[in-house]
């Protein structure tokens, strides 16, 4: 039994680190953009509204990986146009 509860705190540790610890690489920059990461309670109206952006779907050009569903994740990438640095 021990040395299953080893295994699984060995399991639960390795998926934290993979949460945590740069489960989301930073991309490689992108001349005219600079990079927002995504935020928990962050929705692309939101990230929109932050930096001045009329129409969110601005964002999702900019993004072309940005899903159909427009789903995005807490510790993602986004790029931002440098027009709307703050």
């Known amino acids: 039994m021990e040395n299953?509860?080893?295994k699984m705190v060995?399991?639960?540790?390795e998926m934290?680190?993979?949460?945590?610890g740069g489960a989301f690489p930073i991309p490689p920059a992108k001349k005219g953009f600079f990079l927002h990461q995504v935020q928990a309670k962050d929705t692309l109206i939101r990230?929109?509204?932050?930096?001045?952006?009329p129409n969110w779907?601005?964002?999702k050009d900019w993004n072309p990986k940005i899903p159909e569903n427009n789903l995005i994740r807490t510790g993602d990438y986004l790029y931002i146009s440098n027009e709307?640095?703050?």
């Open 84 to 86: 709307y640095r703050p």
């Open 47 to 53: 990230i929109a509204n932050k930096y001045h952006i």
């Open 10 to 13: 060995e399991l639960e540790e």
């Open 4 to 6: 299953n509860e080893n």
């Open 57 to 59: 779907r601005k964002i």
């Open 16 to 20: 934290m680190e993979a949460v945590s």
